[in-house]
């Protein structure tokens, strides 16, 4: 796809220069918050407190407080983690395997694509932590400490440990990669700064770069490799996270299709959420020059694209229950359909394999207010997956008498809903002291056209 067609000519039109690229992005930063950053970064922390709330009245009183039981032992808290796993894939997969292919419209929405990243492991590390019970008696029997007295060691045969060392690894390359990709825009920042405090924090941040031909060879170097080190954490990541399934005997989980099935998934609710936030950014920041038409349209075909794929999983799973003669099998997905909670399989069908397909149309593709709809139709589609996958394989087991219904509990949902409150509270701290957009990256398409 040639990046002209994606930065729109209305950027070559308006005959931007170099500078004017510093001044349009840096305007946020420089700026006082606007009232509307007020506002959301106001209810921003309001839902954090929710969190802190929450997950101190589960510390205090256990995970009894949630609803789950003894037939349903996973239930919001699991899903959720794989929620979140999920939207943070599409921030490694635009950074680097479009970095890798030299796709170019990847520039303007690389950089928020890979701080929603970050953000949502850090929301999704949560949900396994408080899993365990009394936090503090879990943490200190998984970490190695214990391993040292020759008194137990964990695992290494369980998904559930292999979900540790994948999400891990995931976090700390995606952390290095952002912060790498933020150093010569910190710079400029720091360059501009008319305050000494600012002046000092930046320049510490930007580690004394220099901008040196040297120092831009260095640069590429390591960001090519990060980019070759990502590249299979996006991959693997997810398919790893999906064995926590396919590895068990659960009727609806023992399949071999879950690992493409999850990252696919991933991957589609991942651009859904950087569609949902860089929608808004570019009209309350004034970025229409930078993310423009073709980089909402490009990510439109790739929703399009994941989602008929997760369609289509969603298909085969039904096929191979048919035709494996399995009857647990069979009963599993047609109870998903008909059973007691056909309203989550029915929403997770219409929003994740029936919405996206109305990107076919043009129209669908580069109208704003409708892409932003439908990204928040398939973050919400995708999370009823989750659900879907999770709950309706584990409330009726082999034996009816061990099937019960589930509901969460204000516990869970305050948790869930914390989590957003964390997320978009680092995501606005993030808008106001970091440039939103990679300067760096689209001054060199402006050096390239020069």
């Known amino acids: 796809m040639n990046h002209d067609s994606i930065l729109r000519p209305r950027l070559v039109d308006s005959e931007k220069s170099i500078a004017d690229v510093s001044n349009d992005i840096c305007r946020p930063i420089e700026n006082k918050a606007s009232n509307l950053w007020k506002i959301g970064f106001t209810l921003s922390v309001i839902f954090l407190g929710l969190l802190g709330l929450t997950l101190t009245y589960t510390t205090l009183n256990g995970i009894g407080t949630w609803g789950l039981n003894k037939t349903v032992q996973w239930g919001w808290d699991i899903t959720n983690f794989v929620f979140w796993v999920g939207i943070g894939h599409a921030g ?31 929301c999704a590390a949560i949900f396994p ?16 400490l214990p391993n040292a007295f020759g008194s137990l060691w964990v695992n290494f045969n369980s998904p559930l ?32 700064a008319t305050t000494k405090g600012r002046k000092f924090w930046y320049n510490f941040f930007s580690m004394g770069w220099t901008g040196s031909t040297r120092t831009w060879n260095r640069y590429e170097v390591v960001s ?22 396919a590895t068990s005997v659960v009727p609806g989980w023992h399949t071999t299709i879950f690992p493409p099935y999850f990252v696919a998934g991933a991957i589609f609710s991942g651009f859904g959420m950087v569609l949902t936030l860089l ?18 349209e490009a990510m439109s075909k790739v929703i399009m694209l994941t989602g008929t794929l997760v369609g289509l999983a969603y298909i085969t799973e039904f096929f191979i229950a048919a035709y494996s003669g399995v009857e647990y099998e069979q009963y599993a997905f047609i109870n998903r359909a008909t059973g007691p909670y056909w ?16 990107f076919w149309f043009k129209w669908a593709r580069t109208t704003p207010w409708f892409i932003f709809m439908l990204s928040i139709v398939v973050n919400i589609g995708m999370w009823f ?39 978009f509270t680092f995501f606005f701290l993030f808008s106001k002291f970091l440039p939103m957009i990679n300067m760096s990256e689209v001054k060199t398409i402006l050096k390239n056209r020069e």
């Not at 690894?169 to 360059?191: C, E, K, N, Q």
């Not at 398919?239 to 926590?244: A, E, H, K, R």
Request: charged residues 10%; hydrophobic residues 55%.
């Open 224 to 245: 090519l490799i990060l980019a070759g080190i990502s590249t299979p954490l996006v991959l693997s990541v997810h398919t790893i996270v999906s064995m926590d399934f």
């Open 92 to 122: 490694t997969l635009i950074s680097a395997i479009l970095l890798l292919f030299r796709q170019k419209w990847r520039m303007s929405i690389n950089r928020s694509a890979e701080a929603m990243t970050i953000f949502a492991v850090m």
């Open 279 to 296: 929608i808004i950014a570019r009209k309350v920041m004034n970025y229409e020059d930078y993310i423009t038409i073709g980089h909402l």
């Open 161 to 192: 440990l292999w979900d540790v060392f994948a999400i891990t690894t995931y976090f700390s390359v995606s952390l290095l990669f952002w912060y790498l990709g933020l150093i010569p825009d910190i710079a400029t920042i720091r360059d501009r």
């Open 343 to 358: 309203w989550a399989y029915w929403s997770m069908m219409t929003c994740n394999l029936i919405a996206p397909q109305v």
């Open 385 to 423: 997956e989750r659900f879907v996958i999770i709950v309706t394989s584990l409330h009726r087991e082999y034996l009816p008498s061990g099937w019960v219904m589930y509901s969460p509990t204000w516990v869970e949902i305050g948790i869930f809903l914390g989590t957003f409150g964390l997320f």
């Open 129 to 144: 932590l408080f899993h365990m019970g009394r936090i503090w008696v879990g943490a200190y029997w998984v970490l190695p």
